[in-house]
């Protein structure tokens, strides 16, 4: 049985691949606080694989390349006629987040309010038009 409370890393780790890596990269560090691990360019002008850190969490991203194996089997939220997954971020102070975030530019698209369910969240887009939800709900935690 792992005891989670002692984990110092998550063992599941996103991915998203942007038209523009580069720019997401210095967007998702401004507007979500997130910190360069690890950035590879590519050959071509854009980034084979980044990893950017968040608190025990990790993202992982790189350029759209529809020429790859991996690139072949994704498709943009534009191409899919809308998002068909979304990333959900456990943070503490959800409304310096959500101001940070808001005047990054972020399209909030629910705005933030208290849960039933308990925390308090809000669900925005990037700049690439990918769904984030941050909240201080922590699912790990027993209510």
């Known amino acids: 049985m792992i005891n989670h409370a002692h984990n110092t890393r998550s063992n599941l780790i996103p991915c998203l691949r942007y038209r523009n890596a580069p720019a997401a990269i210095a967007w998702l560090c401004k507007a979500f606080g997130f910190s360069e ?10 980034i084979a694989h980044a990893q950017l850190d968040c608190g ?11 020429q790859s194996a991996y690139g ?4 943009q ?14 943070v503490e102070r959800v409304d310096e987040l ?5 005047a990054a530019g972020a399209q909030i698209v629910i705005d933030i309010k208290d849960e039933d369910y308990s925390g308090r969240g809000f669900t925005c887009l990037d700049l690439e038009g990918h769904v ?12």
């Open 37 to 46: 691990h690890l950035v590879v360019p590519s050959e071509y002008g854009g």
């Open 56 to 66: 025990t969490g990790m993202l992982m991203l790189g350029s759209l390349d529809e």
């Open 72 to 75: 072949k089997l994704m498709r």
């Open 77 to 90: 939220s534009d191409q899919a006629g809308g998002n068909t997954q979304s990333v959900y971020r456990v």
């Open 98 to 102: 959500y101001a940070r975030a808001k």
């Open 132 to 143: 984030w939800s941050f909240g201080s709900y922590d699912p790990w935690v027993e209510v």
